[in-house]
């Protein structure tokens, strides 16, 4: 175990509903974030949170919205996706300091996520 | 933005051999070099990393080294063994990892016996 949980582990949901990724870490960190990985393209940042703010969005489509209420606990809400968006959805944190030093990422499980 | 180039994609070894997987980045403010391993139905593991101000590093049987002026790092296992079969993926990173990281495609490492 990492320190790192999310939920669900597995998920298949249809292009108009709507679904929310939880991701919590106990590992007293101060940021999250939210990567892609899907089967031929290499694990893809999404978004980033320090001190529960957003401090990354890499062009990622609005249909992907992330959360973090506090800083361990990250959320993605999902709704009306495409199958393209199929894909293993891992969580990270790390203790990100100020300036930054050498911080090692902590990875959950992942949510593989179907899309119909 | 940074690119990371990884290879192999698949590499085969018989048991006890080593394995050497490469990678190269594009920005040379890139300071943070970590390499995880992926084993089925899991989240990547930090198995070793490697700082800009340093050339080599080395944890039992793993090993890295980088090229600061080539741009390329690359792990080295040793006396390979059965539970290393997994995919292994390296990365890297400026501002030492915080705003996060950038990945290589991986590299399938499969051990024969």
């Known amino acids: 175990e990492t320190g790192v949980t999310q939920t669900p582990r597995h998920l298949v949901m249809g292009m108009t509903n709507k679904k929310s990724l939880k991701c919590e870490q106990h590992l007293g960190h101060n940021a999250m974030y939210w990567y892609k990985q899907s089967a031929k393209k290499p694990l893809e940042l999404m978004f980033v949170y320090s001190l529960e703010e957003r401090v990354e969005n890499n062009s990622v489509p609005s249909r992907f919205s992330p959360e973090c209420p506090n800083s361990s606990h990250l959320f993605l809400h999902l709704h009306t996706l495409q199958p393209e968006d199929s894909a293993l959805y891992l969580c990270?944190?790390?203790?990100?300091?100020?300036?930054?030093?050498?911080?090692?990422?902590?990875f959950g499980p992942g949510t593989r996520l179907t899309v119909l | 933005g940074e690119n990371v180039e990884q290879h192999p994609s698949t590499l085969s070894v018989q048991e006890g051999d080593s394995a050497v997987i490469k990678c190269t980045y594009s920005?040379?403010?890139?300071?943070?070099f970590p390499w995880y391993k992926q084993e089925l139905g899991k989240g990547p593991q930090l198995i070793i990393d490697?700082?800009?101000?340093?050339g080599e590093k080395k944890d039992q049987r793993i090993a890295v080294t980088l090229n600061k002026t080539a741009k390329h790092f690359s792990l080295h296992i040793t006396e390979t063994q059965p539970e290393d079969s997994a995919v292994y993926f390296c990365?890297?990173?400026?501002?030492?990892?915080?705003?996060?990281?950038?990945f290589g495609k991986g590299t399938h490492l499969i051990i024969q016996p």
């Open positions: 990365a890297a990173s400026m501002r030492g990892g915080a705003d996060g990281l950038t």
């Open positions: 490697i700082r800009s101000n340093v």
């Open positions: 920005d040379s403010a890139s300071n943070y």
């Open positions: 990270a944190s790390s203790q990100a300091i100020f300036p930054p030093t050498y911080n090692e990422q902590f």
